[in-house]
Nanobody
Framework: QVQLVESGGGLVQAGGSLRLSCAAS????????MGWYRQAPGNQREFVAT???????NYANSVKGRFTISRDNAKRTVYLQMNSLKPEDTAIYYC???????????????WGQGTQVTVSS
């Protein structure tokens, strides 16, 4: 069984910072891309940022320059440093990872349970 467990959400004032973490555990052979998505009330889930196993990153235009994604492969953990937060960043943030459980298998997509981020104006 594979699990992704997020932490670090909370309530912060506009202009503040938060750091999200997501740790993968279970029967894992390797982890390819890891990333973050978010879903605000009434909206569809949207892409925030991804990082490959080699460290290449990609960001949504709405967070470029404010958010930084990173990962610690030894800890199987991905982070999202969020600075200069805005009320429109309020959402449930979900961790996502492409994980191979066995070397001969293709990777499968896994999601965490989500962590709430609320930015007050």
């Amino acid at each position: 069984q594979v699990q992704l467990v997020e932490s670090g959400g909370g309530l912060v004032q506009a202009g503040g910072s938060l750091r999200l973490s997501c740790a993968a555990s279970g029967s894992i052979f390797s982890i390819n891309a890891m990333g973050w998505y978010r879903q605000a009330p009434g909206n569809q889930r949207e892409f925030v940022a991804t990082v490959t196993s080699g460290g290449s990153t990609n960001y949504a235009n709405s967070v470029k320059g404010r958010f930084t994604i990173s990962r610690d492969n030894a800890k199987r953990t991905v982070y999202l440093q969020m600075n200069s937060l805005k009320p429109e960043d309020t959402a449930i943030y979900y961790c996502n990872a492409d994980i191979k459980k066995r070397p001969w298998e293709y990777g499968n997509n896994y999601w965490g349970q989500g962590t709430q981020v609320t930015v007050s104006s």
